[in-house]
C-alpha cells in the first residue's frame, strides 16, 4: 500500500479509465430558487461528440429520493442538477453545457441563518424554515431548580463557521451498467454502504451492484454513500450503453458536492448555572444550525451539535434545545467530529470563560465538574482517560498561564490555553472479516473497508499478525471491493474503522489460530489443548521441548484452504483527551499564528504509533484550519459561494503548522472491545478550536466568539477593547 | 444620495461582478446558461470551440520521447493522465491551487494544470513515475514510508516532486527551506510534519 503511494502507482477513482469510457459533466443552477420554464439542448446535441443529454424532459422518473426526481422543472439552491451531458471527452462535455438553454423563473431564496428565522422570510418548506417545524429537545433533572440552586449564572452566544472538507480527490464515480450488473469504481468511505444505497435507489438486487475502491483522496465525512452524481453516472452509462466517468470540478466540490456538503454554521447560546466553587448545577443551551434546502435526513446534521453539552461534564440539570433551519443551500453533511466539534468549540471557550470568572484554573474546574459515570446512562464507563490526558498533557506542555495580555513583544503577544476533547467511537453493530492462512505460512485478511488514509490496512494486518504470531509483512490485506470482501463496515465514519473491524479481524484470526492449533496437535501427536502458539511457534505445555514451527504446521494443510467467517461486536466507546496550544498574535495585523501544540489522546490502545500520531496532528491543523481560517463564504444576495477554490477557502499549508506537535497517548484498558482501541480519526479536530481561542484570550485579553477568528476580527475586537 | 440608494447600488455592483464571474445572479425573471461558466452566444450551429484544432506534439517525459496528436487547449496535467496513462500526477483541482499536479520541468517544480502540453514541448518533464525503477525507490519515495509522510496519499506524488526539486538544488535544506518548497502542495490530510521529517531525511541519504 504504501509503496503504491510514493510510485504514484496507487489507483484511485478518478485515475480508473475503462476502455470505452464516455465523459460527463452536469449543469448546475444559478438561482437560488427558481422555476424552470424551458431547456432547449437542440444545439449542444448537434455538436460532434456529444452521446446524450438528460433533462427533466427526458430522464424519466428515476427518483433521488422520496421527494424528488432527479432531474426536475425546478431548483432549490445554486449548484442544483439541471441536466447532464455525456460525450466523447470531458472538455467536449463542457463545451455542451455551454450551448444548452435554459429559461427560469427566479423565486425569492433565503440564505442567512439569522435572516431565515425572521416571520417575514420565504418559506423554503411547505411548513416554514423549521426543519419539521420543531426543535429536537433534550432534557435531564429539572432546569429551573437547577438555576434556582444557582449562586453565579453565566451566559454567551458562539458562531461557528460553514468548514469544508475540501479533501484532495474530487467527488465523482465512473459507473459501469452493462449486461444487467452496474459497477461501479467510487471515490468513497465506504464500499458496501455505496453499493446498498446503489442498488435501493435505481431498484436493482444488490446482488446487481458492485462497488470498486482501491484507495481514496480524502474524504472527512464527505464520501459516505451516495450522491446525485452516482446516480445520474448510471442512468447515463444504462443511457449510452458505455461506461460513463462523472467527476465534479473543485467548485462544484466546495458548493454542491450532490448535496450534502460541508460543517453547519452554527449560532449556540450557553447558559450555566454554578455554585460558588464552579460546581454545575444547570446548563441551558440551544443551537440553531444552518440547513438546506430539502427535507432530508441530511437537515439532522444542522442540530447535531450539544452531545459534549449532555456528556461531557458532571451536571444534574440539562436541556439541550436545537433547531436545523432550512435555507436555500445545500443541506449540510457529516464533517470530521460532527456535531461535537462545534459544540467544543463552544462549550471549552465557555468554560475558559468561566474559569476566569471564578478566578480558576481552567484544569481545576473541568476536574470539579469532571463525570465519574457515564451522565446519560448512569453506567461507568468503559474506560476514561480524560484525567490522565490532562495531567500528563499539562506535564509536557509545561502548563502556567501569566495574566491576560502580559506576555509581549512589540506588537506580538503571547498567550497559552487548553480545551478537552470529547467524542464517542464504535456504534455496536456487526462485523465480519475472514482470515485465510496459506500452507507457505503466509495470512490473508479479508475486509471490506476502504482505504481513506487513515491506514486501516495496515493496522489490520497488525492485528492478524499479533494474533497469529507471524511477521507482519507475511499479511495480506484485501480490501475495496464490494464483491470480494464480507460485510466488514458499512463506511468509514464515526472514527470506527479501526474499532469495529479490528475485534472482527481478531476473532477472525483466533479461529484460525484454533485450527492451526488443532494440525499442531496432530503434528505433535498430542491433545489440542496441550498447545499452545508462542513467537510462532507451537509449544506442547506439558513438554516445551515438544515443539512444531508455524511454517511445519501449515504445511500439512496441503492445498485445503481454511477460510472462517466470524462475527464480532464492537460497543459505543468514550474517547478523551486535551490540547495545549501556544499561540502568538500579531496586534498589528491581527495575524495569529499556533506556536506549538501538545495534544494528549485517550484512544485506548495506538495500534501502529507511526499512523496514531499523523492522525492525531492531520486532525489538529484541520480544526486549527476551522478555528483561524477556513469557511464557506455565501453571498446571501445571490446564494452563491464566493470563495469555491482553495484560493478563496484557505486550508492549512505547510507554513501554517506550528514549529511543535507533540502527540501523547493516554494507553486506557477498555473493555469493550478485543484489541482495545477506541479510534482516533475525528477526537483532534474537534479537541482544537477552543484551546485556540482560549489561548487567543489569553494573549490579548480580548475574547472573540465567531470562528474562525481572521485577522480582522482579531483587530475588530482590539479596537472594541480600546 | 440616500443610504438606501448607496446600499442599491452596491447590491447592483455585487450582482455585477459575481456575474462577470460567470455565475448567474438571481432577478426577477432570467434566461441564463449554467453556473460556473461564462453564457454564450445563442446559435443554432455549434459555435467553434477554441483550442479544438489538433496538432502534432512531441513531449519529453522521464527521458523518453512521445509523439502525439491532441487538441492545444489541453493541459500537461490532463495529457499526461489520459494519454501517456501517467495518473501518479494528480489533479487536485485543475486551476493552480493545490499542487497535486507538481512535476519538475528543466528542473523547476511547476504545475502541470496550469501548463498547455503544446508549449512545454523539447522540455525536460519528470513525474512520479520517474523516480524509480525495477523497484529501486529513489530515498525521498523510502522516507516518505519510513515516516508515515501521506495518508490518503492524493498530494503524496505532488509533494515529492516539490521536494525533489528542492533537493536536486540544495542538498542539505533547513526546515525552513522544506517548509517553502512544499508550501504550495496542500495536504488535507495534514501529513506536513511527518513530510518535513521524511524531507530531511532523504537529504541525509542523498
Ligand atoms: S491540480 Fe494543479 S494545482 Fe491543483
Ligand atoms: S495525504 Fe491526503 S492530501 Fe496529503
Same mark, same amino acid.
Given at each position: ?93 463542457? $463545451?455542451?453545457? %455551454? ?44 432546569? %429551573?431548580? !437547577? ?47 455505496? =453499493? ?7 431498484? &436493482? ?19 459516505? !454513500? ?52 464552579? @460546581? &454545575? ?45 432550512? @435555507? ?23 468554560? *475558559? ?44 506542555? !509545561?502548563?502556567?498561564? %501569566? ?10 503577544? =503571547? ?18 472479516? /475472514? ?32 494474533? &497469529?504470531?507471524?511477521?507482519? *509483512? ?21 472514527? =470506527? ?101 501538545? /495534544? ?10 507511526? @499512523? ?19 469557511? =464557506? ?36 484498558? $477498555?473493555?469493550? @472491545? ?31 466568539? $465567531? ?16 | ?206
Amino acid at each position: 500500500m504504501a509503496w503504491d503511494k510514493v510510485t504514484g502507482q496507487a489507483k484511485f477513482a478518478y485515475d480508473i479509465q475503462v476502455s470505452g469510457m464516455l465523459h460527463a459533466r452536469v449543469l448546475r443552477s444559478p438561482h437560488a430558487n427558481a422555476k424552470i420554464l424551458d431547456i432547449d439542448i437542440s444545439a449542444a446535441e448537434r455538436l460532434p461528440g456529444v452521446r446524450a443529454i438528460l433533462t427533466y424532459k427526458n430522464a424519466g422518473k428515476q427518483r433521488w429520493d422520496r421527494q424528488r426526481a432527479v432531474f426536475r422543472d425546478y431548483v432549490r439552491l445554486v449548484g442544483d442538477e439541471v441536466a447532464a451531458v455525456v460525450a466523447d471527452t470531458e472538455l467536449i462535455a463542457g $463545451d455542451a453545457l %455551454q450551448l444548452i438553454k435554459v429559461k427560469y423563473e427566479a423565486l425569492p431564496h433565503v440564505i442567512d441563518l439569522e435572516e431565515a428565522l425572521r416571520p417575514d422570510a420565504p418559506k423554503v418548506q411547505p411548513y416554514g424554515n423549521i426543519w419539521q417545524d420543531k426543535p429536537s429537545i433534550y432534557e435531564r433533572g429539572d432546569i %429551573q431548580k !437547577g438555576f434556582n440552586e444557582a449562586e453565579v449564572v453565566i451566559e454567551h452566544t458562539y458562531t461557528t463557521s460553514e468548514q469544508h472538507h475540501a479533501c484532495l480527490e474530487m467527488h465523482g464515480c465512473v459507473a459501469n451498467w452493462a449486461n444487467d450488473q452496474l459497477t461501479v469504481w467510487d471515490s468513497t468511505q465506504g464500499v458496501h454502504l455505496a =453499493r446498498d444505497l446503489l442498488a435501493l435507489t435505481l431498484n &436493482l438486487p444488490i446482488s446487481k451492484v458492485r462497488v470498486i475502491n482501491r484507495h481514496t483522496g480524502g474524504g472527512f465525512g464527505s464520501k459516505n !454513500g451516495i450522491k446525485q452524481y452516482h446516480v445520474i453516472a448510471a442512468m447515463l452509462s444504462r443511457e449510452t450503453g458505455r461506461p460513463v466517468r462523472l467527476f465534479l470540478n473543485r467548485s462544484e466540490v466546495f458548493m454542491v458536492t450532490s448535496h450534502p456538503t460541508h460543517r453547519p454554521r452554527t449560532r449556540q447560546k450557553i447558559k450555566a448555572g454554578f455554585k460558588n466553587g464552579g @460546581t &454545575l448545577t444547570a446548563i441551558d443551551y440551544e443551537e440553531y444550525g444552518r440547513g438546506g434546502a430539502w427535507n432530508e435526513g441530511n437537515m439532522r446534521w444542522a442540530s447535531r451539535a450539544g452531545d459534549s453539552i449532555k456528556e461531557l461534564y458532571k451536571c444534574p440539570n440539562v436541556r439541550s434545545t436545537n433547531y436545523a433551519v432550512h @435555507t436555500n443551500l445545500s443541506s449540510p453533511g457529516a464533517c470530521r467530529g460532527p456535531g461535537n466539534t462545534e459544540t467544543l468549540f463552544a462549550l471549552e471557550q465557555f468554560f *475558559d470563560e468561566a474559569a476566569v470568572r471564578f478566578n480558576m484554573d481552567p484544569i481545576e474546574l473541568r476536574l470539579k465538574n469532571f463525570a465519574e459515570i457515564h451522565p446519560l446512562t448512569s453506567q461507568p464507563y468503559f474506560s476514561n482517560g480524560l484525567k490522565e490526558s490532562y495531567e500528563k498533557g499539562s506535564n509536557a506542555f !509545561g502548563w502556567k498561564r %501569566q495574566k491576560p495580555g502580559s506576555v509581549k513583544d512589540g506588537t506580538k503577544r =503571547r498567550g497559552i490555553g487548553m480545551g478537552t476533547v470529547h467524542w464517542h467511537g464504535t456504534s455496536g453493530e456487526p462485523s465480519q472479516a /475472514l482470515v485465510t492462512v496459506y500452507p507457505e505460512g503466509t495470512v490473508e485478511v479479508n475486509a471490506g473497508i476502504a482505504d481513506i488514509g487513515v491506514g486501516a490496512p495496515v493496522i489490520l494486518a497488525q492485528i492478524a499478525a499479533e494474533e &497469529l504470531q507471524v511477521p507482519f *509483512d507475511k499479511v495480506r490485506v484485501a480490501y475495496g471491493d464490494s464483491a470480494g470482501t464480507p460485510y466488514t463496515i458499512n463506511s468509514s465514519y464515526g472514527s =470506527r474503522t479501526t474499532s469495529l473491524a479490528g475485534p472482527a479481524v481478531r476473532m477472525a484470526a483466533a479461529d484460525a489460530k484454533q485450527q492451526l492449533i488443532q494440525i499442531a496437535a496432530e503434528v505433535l501427536k498430542v491433545s489440542p489443548a496441550d498447545v499452545r502458539l508462542k513467537d510462532g511457534v507451537f509449544i506442547t505445555k506439558s513438554d516445551p521441548a515438544k515443539q512444531a514451527s508455524f511454517k511445519e504446521v501449515t504445511g500439512r494443510m496441503g492445498w485445503r484452504k481454511r477460510r472462517h467467517l466470524v462475527i464480532g461486536k464492537g460497543k459505543q466507546v468514550d474517547i478523551f483527551g486535551a490540547h495545549f496550544v501556544e499561540v502568538e498574535v500579531d496586534t498589528a495585523t491581527g495575524s495569529v499564528r499556533v506556536l506549538r501544540a501538545v /495534544l494528549a489522546h485517550d484512544s485506548g490502545r495506538p495500534i501502529n504509533a507511526l @499512523t496514531y500520531e499523523s492522525q492525531v496532528q492531520g486532525g489538529f491543523l484541520m480544526g486549527l484550519g476551522m478555528a483561524l481560517f477556513e469557511e =464557506r463564504i455565501i453571498d446571501a444576495e445571490t446564494g452563491v459561494q464566493v470563495n469555491a477554490d482553495y484560493h478563496g477557502y484557505c486550508c492549512p499549508t505547510a507554513l501554517d503548522v506550528p514549529d511543535q506537535v507533540t502527540v501523547i497517548p493516554i494507553e486506557t484498558h $477498555d473493555l469493550s @472491545t478485543n484489541i482495545n482501541a477506541k479510534g482516533v480519526g475525528e477526537p483532534p479536530t474537534a479537541g482544537a478550536g477552543g484551546a485556540i481561542a482560549n489561548a487567543i484570550y489569553n494573549a490579548i485579553g480580548v475574547r472573540i466568539r $465567531d470562528y474562525p477568528i481572521t485577522p480582522s476580527k482579531v483587530l475588530q475586537a482590539l479596537k472594541a477593547a480600546g | 444620495m440616500s443610504s438606501n440608494d448607496e446600499k442599491e447600488k452596491l447590491r447592483i455592483s455585487r450582482r455585477a461582478f459575481l456575474r462577470t464571474m460567470g455565475i448567474g445572479a438571481a432577478a426577477s425573471t432570467a434566461v441564463a446558461t449554467g453556473v460556473l461558466q461564462a453564457p454564450l452566444a445563442e446559435s443554432a450551429v455549434p459555435p467553434k470551440v477554441e483550442g479544438l484544432d489538433y496538432v502534432p506534439v512531441e513531449l519529453k517525459v522521464n527521458g523518453r520521447r512521445y509523439a502525439l496528436t491532441i487538441e492545444t487547449r489541453r493541459s500537461l496535467a490532463d495529457v499526461l493522465r489520459t494519454e501517456l496513462e501517467l495518473t501518479g500526477t494528480k489533479i487536485g483541482c485543475n486551476q493552480g491551487e493545490c499542487g497535486a499536479c507538481t512535476v519538475i520541468i528543466d528542473g523547476r517544480a511547476m504545475y502541470s494544470c496550469l501548463l498547455l502540453a503544446v508549449n512545454v514541448q523539447g522540455k525536460n518533464i519528470e513525474t512520479i513515475e520517474g523516480l524509480s525503477r525495477g523497484g529501486r525507490l529513489h530515498p525521498l519515495q523510502s522516507a516518505f514510508i519510513e515516516k508515515d509522510a501521506y495518508q490518503c496519499g492524493w498530494c503524496t506524488p505532488g509533494q515529492i516532486m516539490a521536494s525533489k526539486a528542492l533537493l536536486d538544488k540544495n542538498k542539505n535544506p533547513t526546515l525552513a527551506e522544506v517548509k517553502t518548497a512544499v508550501s504550495g502542495n496542500i495536504c488535507r490530510c495534514a501529513a506536513y510534519n511527518h513530510i518535513f521529517e521524511a524531507v530531511l531525511a532523504a537529504a541525509k541519504k542523498l
